[in-house]
């Protein structure tokens, strides 16, 4: 079974994105706290549908859940439009796309506190190709997405709910 490496380095941010240090994956996971930098994109095809990846078993974080369509960590020294470009060609084989930047927001969990820079894009599905660091995918409608929401992860639940007014 594969598993994250708690050793990558993330950089500590403050509220405004500010890199104020560094540490590790597992610190950040540990339940310190430490605030670091993470990218979402909500990729939408021209129907509206929106892809969602679902977690694998193996992650640290949210294991087994559906998540939004690329979601990642920014690595130290790493800018966050390098990293949201970075996570969309390792999770879903996307290049060629125009992200629009919706908002940054602290998201907080028993483990971990995360800068989250949500972004969205709208694509041609066929240039959708899940990596093997996911467990699959699916393109899924509102009303499809506010059927099970138990089977969301929590900031994807709320980033529907408060940012893109889905659910």
Same mark, same amino acid.
């Given at each position: ?41 909500h990729v939408f ?24 369509a690329v979601g990642?960590?920014?690595?130290y020294g790493e ?8 996570? !969309?060609? @390792?999770?879903?084989?996307?290049? /060629?796309?125009?992200?629009?930047? %919706? *908002?940054?927001?602290?998201? $907080? ?32 409608? !509102?009303? @499809?997405?506010?059927?099970?929401? /138990?089977?969301?992860?929590?900031? %994807? *639940?709320?980033?529907?709910? $408060? ?5």
């Amino acid at each position: 079974m594969k598993k994250d490496n708690s050793e990558e380095i993330f950089p500590v941010v403050d509220e405004e994105g500010n890199v104020i240090g560094r540490a590790t994956r597992g610190e950040c996971h540990d339940g310190s706290k430490l605030l670091h930098p993470v990218v979402h994109l909500h990729v939408f095809d021209a129907d509206g549908r929106l892809f969602l990846q679902h977690r694998p078993a193996w992650k640290d974080i949210q294991p087994d859940k559906w998540d939004t369509a690329v979601g990642g960590h920014v690595d130290y020294g790493e800018t966050i439009e390098d990293a949201l470009r970075r996570e !969309a060609r @390792e999770e879903l084989g996307l290049i /060629d796309f125009k992200p629009e930047f %919706l *908002r940054s927001y602290v998201f $907080e969990s028993d483990r971990e506190r995360e800068l989250v820079n949500t972004f969205k894009a709208t694509v041609d599905p066929a240039a959708v190709r899940p990596s093997d660091e996911l467990d699959g995918g699916r393109w899924l409608t !509102a009303d @499809e997405l506010r059927a099970d929401p /138990d089977s969301l992860t929590p900031n %994807l *639940r709320h980033e529907l709910r $408060e940012i893109l007014g889905i659910c």
